[in-house]
Antibody, heavy 121, light 110 residues
């Protein structure tokens, strides 16, 4: 079955960048999407965007445009989410998740285990 | 503030039926399907319900979902201690061009 394994926790200073990885395995089809969602401490979930590994296409929520870069390494089948100009309110657990498509009728399943990113001076 | 509105907490005793709501607007729940995710303490979210009322393989039929107008609801019957978790609703928002979530409802089994 599909599995998503994320990189370990990170501690960054304000203004720095962070790159979170999401190693994928178990896919039996192409054309899937990797979604990125974050959850600040004690808060709800917030969608950040997606990447389509097959085409290299990306889309992101307006809030993150210009600050988040999603990429894919074909040889290792790893998705990356890099966020720049970190601030304290970017402290959150960052999740990758899989979807079949970018359709508004789709769903996210499964999810990675999450990566805690702490931004502190 | 989350775009979709969920009550922050809900509770019930073992065996009871509990319902939790998710309220939105015409641009999200009023136009698109709703998915629900269960998040057990200290773990990642897991798909619980998709396309309003469809249960993924492995999810007990104690869980049911529905959508009407700009609201959706998740019901759990025969409540069990292992159902204690946070429950998040999600829908696509046509105005924001983004997936939006509720703030989550923390379910306590008394």
């Amino acid at each position: 079955q599909v599995q998503l394994i994320q990189s370990g926790a990170e501690v960054k200073k304000p203004g720095a960048s962070v790159k979170v990885s999401c190693k994928t395995s178990g896919y039996t089809y192409i054309g899937y999407y990797i979604q990125w969602v974050r959850q600040a401490p004690g808060q709800g979930l917030e969608w950040m965007g997606w990447i389509n590994p097959d085409r290299g296409a990306t889309d992101s929520a307006q809030k993150f445009q210009g600050r988040v870069n999603m990429s894919w390494d074909t040889s290792s089948r790893v998705a990356y989410m890099e966020m720049s100009r970190l601030q304290s309110d970017d402290t959150a657990v960052y999740y990758c998740a899989s979807s079949y498509s970018s359709s508004t009728a789709d769903y996210f399943d499964p999810w990675g285990q999450g990566t805690l990113v702490t931004v502190s001076s | 503030q989350s775009v979709l509105t969920q009550p922050p907490s809900a509770s019930g005793t073992p065996g009871q039926r509990v319902t939790m709501s998710c309220s939105g607007s015409n641009s999200n729940i009023g136009s698109n399907i709703v998915n629900w995710y269960q998040q057990l303490p200290g773990t990642a979210p897991k798909l619980l319900m998709y396309s309003d009322d469809q249960r993924p393989s492995g999810v007990p039929d104690r869980f049911s979902g529905s959508r009407s107008g700009t609201s959706a609801s998740l019901a759990i019957s025969g409540l069990q201690s292992e159902d204690e978790a946070d429950y998040h609703c999600a829908a696509w928002d046509d105005s924001l061009d983004a997936w939006v979530f509720g703030g989550g409802t923390k379910l306590t089994v008394l």
